[in-house]
């Protein structure tokens, strides 16, 4: 199941170009991701309360075509598992006209209070349940 949450970019979002600074995106992928946890039911806040924290280890962006002052977009989401320690969330920004302007793999895993990866039980079927 992917998310897809709509946006619109922001003036001081873009650089002296006129386009969406490079990491501006870093941080659209990063809403959407915590809107999905949220869709899933996962409170990003409250399992790090519990000792458990959600990271990133990879990130990788692919930049297709900028996006300008005023665009309207949307960021898609979606999860799988990696391996038994890593998730990955494939993500992708879309114009509203279809153009595809960036195309994104975000590799995470949990962290246990031992900083540890250790993904706790039942989060992986909680984030893939209806897929």
Request: glycine residues 6%.
């Amino acid at each position: 199941m992917s998310l897809k949450l709509e946006f619109k970019v922001r003036d001081y979002e873009c650089d002296l170009q006129g386009i969406v600074n490079n990491a501006v995106y870093q941080n659209y992928l990063e809403h959407a991701r915590h809107e999905y946890l949220h869709s899933k039911g996962v409170d990003f806040a409250e399992l790090s309360r519990q000792g458990v924290d959600l990271v990133v280890v990879r990130a990788e962006l692919d930049y297709k075509k900028p996006l300008t002052s005023g665009d309207a977009f949307h960021t898609e989401t979606s999860f799988r598992l990696v391996d038994r320690v890593r998730f990955a969330f494939d993500q992708r920004i879309v114009r509203s006209d279809g153009v595809l302007c960036l195309q994104a793999v975000i590799i995470a895993t949990a962290m246990n209070a031992r900083g540890r990866p250790s993904i706790p039980p039942g989060l992986i079927d909680q984030l893939t349940a209806g897929e």
